[in-house]
């Protein structure tokens, strides 16, 4: 692909609202991929001095404002008037800061959720965002999560395969025929976080109930830990209510928690997602099983999970089937979206 910001054009932007974080993608002017990442969060306090209402949002607004930082996009999408304009707020104050260009094409990489209200809040914040001014589009997050797991360029956009986007707050998968979706399947019984409300539950019982841990502090536990090759038990430290400390050692919460949550992705990729694609489309399920299954999303991240994935499906279907990843399964989705981006500009398409 050309350079876009050598040129007078408008600049291609990816963009994933995601529910535990958000990524935007565009050029840093220098030919490289700048991308900024985020929590999906925000906290509204006020000025001392002049007594307004000032906005923080993201890392500084969960680290700081823990007890009223806001996750406007819990279920995924924004469910109500309220959370649409927090996520506004959230997503003006982030562009603004990052000084992503009105004069931009951007693509948003967005959740396979049956969910008429939430997807119509989205396409609000989206529409009344200030970025965008060439033009906007949608492309499902799976599609373009997997584009840079299958080339450098869009090649998945000509393959016949199999995508599975472990998120935070969905488990989805989707056939693509040359770009086209098709059966796309979604569950939020199967969720990252989840995991992490497992993690909290198995921690306490792990320390026979000395140690109660949040889900924030879990869903780090299970970023900074969690690993199906070479996991090592690892030790924090509590500060007790009455004074002092607690040191303690997690051995099992958090792999039992991230065995549990893989067993009960492949039970639902290989008993629903599955049947339902060779009900509707036999060839496209044969050619597709045929070819690597792309993993993406931030479960996608824990070290081993594609290999175990592979392993546990491969028994479940009783036949072998591959699996891929993009080296950055958190940042994939954004990236995708703005490789497709470019694309339109290149094509003079938007």
């Known amino acids: 692909m050309s350079d876009d910001e050598d040129s007078d054009g408008p600049v291609p932007v990816g963009v994933k609202l995601g529910s535990t974080r958000t990524v935007i993608a565009l050029p840093d ?61 959230f997503f003006d104050a982030l562009i603004q800061e990052h000084d992503v260009p009105a004069d931009s094409v951007v693509v948003y990489a967005i959740p396979t959720i049956d969910n008429e209200k939430g997807l119509a809040n989205l396409e609000s914040v989206i529409e009344e965002s200030a970025v965008g001014e060439a033009g906007v589009q949608s492309y499902p997050e799976s599609l373009c999560g997997s584009i840079p797991a299958i080339g450098d360029d869009l090649e998945a956009i000509s393959e016949i395969f199999t995508a599975v986007n472990m998120g935070s707050t969905n488990l989805e998968a989707s056939a693509y025929r040359r770009g086209e979706q098709l059966t796309p399947f979604a569950t939020g019984a199967v969720t990252g976080n989840e995991v992490d409300r497992m993690i909290a539950n198995n921690v306490e019982e792990e320390t026979q109930g000395r140690v109660n841990i949040d889900k924030t502090t879990a869903r780090e536990y299970k970023e900074d830990h969690a690993d199906f090759v070479d996991f090592e038990p690892f030790t924090d430290v509590i500060q007790q209510p009455g004074g002092g400390s607690h040191e303690f050692t997690i051995e099992r919460s958090v792999m039992d ?94």
Do not use: W
């Open 29 to 89: 002017g220098e030919g490289d991929l700048e991308t900024v990442r985020t929590l999906t969060c925000l906290a509204t306090y006020e000025d001392q001095l002049t007594g307004e209402e000032r906005v923080l949002y993201g890392d500084e607004a969960a680290t700081e404002y823990p007890d009223r930082a806001q996750f406007m996009l819990r279920s995924g999408l924004p469910e109500d008037d309220d959370r649409a304009e927090l996520t506004k707020k």
């Open 257 to 350: 928690a991230c065995n549990d949550y893989l067993d009960e992705v492949v039970d639902e990729i290989a008993n629903s997602f599955l049947p339902d694609l060779a009900n509707d489309y036999m060839k496209v399920y044969q050619l597709a099983l045929d070819q690597p299954i792309v993993l993406t999303g931030g479960m996608a991240c824990v070290p081993g999970i594609v290999e175990e994935f592979e392993e546990r499906l491969s028994e479940e279907l009783q036949r072998e089937v591959t699996a891929t990843a993009p080296e950055r399964p958190d940042l994939s989705a954004t990236v995708g979206a703005q490789r497709i981006a470019a694309h339109l500009i290149e094509s003079d398409s938007y």
